[in-house]
């Protein structure tokens, strides 16, 4: 039975050829209880005469047969374990190089979420920077008219007062 659960896991070129073996080997042990059970019934004397005149030299041909298969299909069974030992070493590995991979790009996320906080921060720095300097812009260009109209208005007395000064 556990022959014939395990050959149903394999793969579907090996699987076919252990359960037709599987089926002879059964079709073997079925035919040798058969003949058990018309034995048995016999007397006990002939029962093991006939039995081992006819079954002796079949079943120890049968029986060196059979031990070859099942050393073949057990060397087989321990091939496939080794194989699926390294296979799931190999998947362990690679589970955990998918949680360091996740770490370092969580790490990168929460890099990028504070770059991105602080960008928003000297955006409104600078929007306000430049309000100020357009006020400051303002204030100059009005301190500049300002300026020039207290000098033209000086420039014009000085002239005014020089030219009533020679009129005199």
């Not at 050959?7 to 089926?23: D, F, G, H, M």
């Not at 929007?127 to 400051?136: E, N, P, V």
């Amino acid at each position: 039975r556990k022959m014939d659960l395990e050959a149903r896991t394999l793969q579907p070129n090996v699987k076919a050829t252990l359960l037709a073996k599987l089926r002879e080997y059964k079709n073997d042990l079925n035919n040798l209880k058969s003949e058990v059970k018309k034995l048995s019934t016999m007397d006990s004397q002939a029962a093991r005469d006939a039995l081992l005149e006819s079954g002796m030299a079949d079943a120890l041909i049968a029986s060196a047969d059979q031990r070859e298969r099942l050393l073949m299909s057990t060397e087989r069974l321990n091939l496939s374990t080794d194989r699926i030992k390294q296979s799931r070493g190999m998947m362990l590995e690679t589970e955990e190089l998918g949680v360091s991979i996740l770490q370092d790009l969580h790490q990168q996320r929460q890099s990028l979420l504070h770059a991105h906080n602080s960008l928003y921060g000297v955006d409104e720095n600078i929007g306000r920077s430049k309000k100020i300097l357009t006020a400051m812009s303002r204030r100059m260009n009005r301190n500049k008219l300002i300026i020039g109209s207290i000098i033209a208005a000086l420039a014009l007395a000085i002239i005014l007062v020089l030219y009533f000064k020679l009129r005199r």
